[in-house]
């Protein structure tokens, strides 16, 4: 008798572990990333110079819609214009347990130099995030590494206005099938074989990986024209 009790309260122990282990691996399998709608255009500023990767932190309730955004990355006379346009977009909330919960969604502008340029835009080291955003809950991706300048296009080709993509990431980081939110011919095709080539770190919920989504976007200015290469 003592011998079956004892087993039975080894085999008990071993059930509360596995059942504390499997825990966080289910409540990271209903983890579900907040998506985006609709985007709209972003225009170059026709009173800029400068060119660069402008990040964003997009802050979306549980009821899909924008509190606000944290700018990540700040470059001076872009910054507002990308910040004034993601404020416009519409997102459906994340989900966890099937339950809509607040979160934040990863938004990069990259406004394009004029082309030829043959060297790279700057993407300098993101700002520190807010006291609220490092007590979050959920963190988002982040880009690790950006692969620039674009390819080039024909001499005939002039662009004006943005391309947007968003990237789903799993919980390695890596990229899954690019779904483009808004297309701007030829500048799209070309985006999107520029981004096979970024890497990512992963978002997290909790400290744990999780899969999750960015969006990429690719501002092209006004009488800008593309050359062959």
């Not at 660069?52 to 009821?63: F, H, R, Y």
């Not at 700002?127 to 620039?148: D, G, K, T, Y």
């Not at 947007?164 to 701007?184: H, N, T, W, Y």
């Amino acid at each position: 008798m003592g011998r079956l009790l004892l087993a039975m309260m080894v085999l008990g122990s071993a059930q509360a572990v596995v059942a504390q282990t499997e825990t966080p691996k289910e409540e990271k399998s209903s983890f579900q990333p907040a998506e985006t709608l609709s985007v709209t255009d972003i225009t170059y500023p026709i009173t800029s110079v400068v060119y660069g990767t402008v990040v964003m932190d997009v802050l979306i309730a549980d009821t899909g819609k924008t509190q606000r955004v944290e700018v990540r990355r700040d470059i001076p006379s872009l910054t507002q214009t990308a910040v004034s346009a993601v404020e416009n977009w519409e997102f459906s909330p994340a989900t966890l347990a099937d339950k809509a919960i607040a979160s934040r969604m990863p938004v990069t502008v990259t406004f394009c130099p004029p082309a030829p340029f043959a060297n790279p835009v700057p993407f300098p080291p993101l700002l520190p995030q807010s006291e609220e955003a490092i007590q979050a809950e959920f963190q988002p991706a982040e880009v690790l590494l950006a692969a620039f300048p674009l390819p080039t296009y024909p001499a005939t080709t002039v662009l004006a206005g943005a391309t947007a993509l968003e990237v789903p990431l799993s919980e390695k980081g890596e990229a899954g099938e690019i779904k483009v939110l808004r297309d701007l011919p030829p500048l799209t095709e070309a985006a999107k074989a520029v981004v096979k080539k970024w890497r990512f770190m992963p978002a997290a919920f909790n400290g744990r990986p999780v899969p999750s989504k960015i969006v990429l976007v690719f501002v092209a200015g006004p009488q800008v024209s593309f050359p062959d290469s």
